[in-house]
């Protein structure tokens, strides 16, 4: 079941003489909301704020142009029991021990090891999530071919060139040298921002120049065999059943891909398996123990409603109706939201351990709430900080993490 596509066909119609495109079959994004922005802002009618809001996009969208693109074949060392082709990157805080082999490493927390940043995948990775993304919304609201054709060099680089694509696993992230090959927990690297780059491609195959149908076939291709390693590898299995943020990014990812690949058994058992973990990890008040317990309290606390308010969105589009899901006990999304709105405000301080807070990271999440019929959330917007770059919402609405990702 893809969304209501009756509105979006009502709204296609009415503008087709500019809109070119197909409708994009985003996962996580409303594409009814990316038709009727554009429609609007072809009108020549639109608000003052979605004409900001594209601006900013743009502005950002440039800056990528001349960047990249990025490969994992860039890095000059390569993983223990891998090849150049495979995702890579070392836990930063892990140091060798005075010994003639290194041996053990230890980590000393907070203190980044530089020899870490060889492994060049883990930077590369979130300036390719980056790219990709703005320059195709930036494709889909002006038309302009440079931007389609760049994320799809971008796209292309990255996941499907014979000289420089990367293998569909995550089997050497994170990795602690002499201690092993890789880590459950390095999946967040791609699960905190891979759907996006699935919505990317969903924009561009569209009818983006420079995005051929062999490309996005290859691309759709790449991501079953990556499902079937997120789906069957230990380290899949183990990331999925983590109790924080890390479990509710790995479902979400999962979901996405799911549905993006056509796998909807997968997506609606994804989508659903949220139900419980509402339940759970939220409480009653809203608050989210598992990240109240960290040094950043409050970057974890938005960071999870990040994939939770994503994992509602796919949701939407295959009837299970996260949004509106209340726990035994009032446990819910929106309550969540409610949780993180008086500091995000300045009405009232975090109380909780933050070693950096930056109230304009829950701009987004503050933002979907509204949406989804969250009065507070709605009232609340006024008083929350943009984001550097611009608020992105009108151009973009579904939740991103703001602040640089870990
Ligand atoms: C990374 O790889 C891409 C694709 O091969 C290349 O265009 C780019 O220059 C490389 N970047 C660096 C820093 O080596
Ligand atoms: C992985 O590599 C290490 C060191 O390079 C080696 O000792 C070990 O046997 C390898 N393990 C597997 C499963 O290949
Ligand atoms: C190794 O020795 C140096 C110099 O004494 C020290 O600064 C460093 O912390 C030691 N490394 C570890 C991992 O203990
Ligand atoms: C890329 O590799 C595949 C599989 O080895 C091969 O079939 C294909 O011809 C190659 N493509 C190019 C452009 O070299
Ligand atoms: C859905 O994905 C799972 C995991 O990769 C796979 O086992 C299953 O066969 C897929 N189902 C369909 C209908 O593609
Ligand atoms: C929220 O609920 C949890 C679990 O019952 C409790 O430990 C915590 O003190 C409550 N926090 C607030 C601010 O009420
Ligand atoms: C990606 O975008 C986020 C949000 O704007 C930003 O915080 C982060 O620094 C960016 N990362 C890179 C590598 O550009």
Redesign the pocket.
């Known amino acids: 079941m893809w969304l209501s596509y009756s509105t979006v066909a009502t709204i296609v119609l009415f503008t087709s003489r500019f809109v070119q495109a197909a409708i994009p079959k985003t996962v996580v994004l409303d594409a009814a909301r990316l038709v009727a922005a554009k429609a609007e802002l072809r009108r020549h009618v639109a608000s003052p704020a979605l004409k900001i809001a594209l601006a900013d996009l743009k502005a950002q969208a440039d800056s990528w142009l001349t960047q990249g693109p990025w490969a994992v074949t860039n890095k000059t060392i390569i993983p223990p029991n891998g090849t150049i082709h495979d995702y890579a990157s070392q836990a930063p805080y892990f140091w060798p021990s005075n010994t003639s082999d290194g041996c053990p490493y230890i980590e000393l927390d907070g203190q980044v090891n530089p020899q870490s940043k060889l492994y060049t995948d883990h930077?590369e990775r979130?300036?390719m999530?980056?790219a990709s993304y703005l320059l195709s919304l930036a494709w889909w609201y002006t038309d302009d071919e440079t931007y389609g054709r760049r994320a799809g060099d971008v796209l292309r680089t990255w996941f499907l060139a014979n000289a420089t694509r990367m293998n569909p696993n995550l089997d050497h992230a994170q990795l602690v040298p002499c201690e092993n090959t890789g880590r459950s927990i390095g999946i967040i690297d791609f699960s905190q921002g891979y759907t996006s780059v699935l919505d990317a491609a969903a924009i561009l195959g569209a009818g983006a120049p420079g995005w051929t149908k062999e490309d996005a076939r290859a691309f759709e291709e790449w991501n079953v065999q990556f499902l079937e390693w997120l789906e069957g590898s230990a380290f899949g299995i183990e990331e999925t059943a983590a109790t924080n943020n890390h479990g509710t990014f790995a479902l979400l990812q999962s979901a996405g891909i799911a549905l993006f690949t056509h796998n909807t058994t997968l997506a609606l058992n994804k989508a659903n398996a949220m139900l419980p973990r509402i339940s759970a990890y939220i409480t009653a008040n809203g608050s989210q123990p598992q990240e109240l317990v960290r040094t950043r309290s409050f970057h974890y606390s938005v960071f999870d409603l990040v994939a939770y308010t994503r994992m509602a969105d796919i949701g939407t589009k295959i009837g299970v109706d996260l949004w509106g899901y209340i726990g035994p006990s009032g446990q819910s999304i929106q309550q969540a939201i409610d949780f993180i709105i008086p500091a995000t405000t300045g009405a009232e301080l975090w109380p909780y351990p933050e070693l950096d807070f930056e109230p304009y990271i829950a701009s987004d999440v503050i933002h979907s709430g509204a949406d989804h019929g969250n009065g507070k959330a709605r009232a609340a917007l006024s008083d929350v900080p943009a984001?550097?770059?611009g608020d992105l919402w009108l151009v973009r609405p579904a939740s991103?993490?703001?602040?640089?990702?870990s």
């Open positions: 930077d979130a300036a999530f980056n984001p550097p770059g991103e993490q703001l602040d640089p990702g």
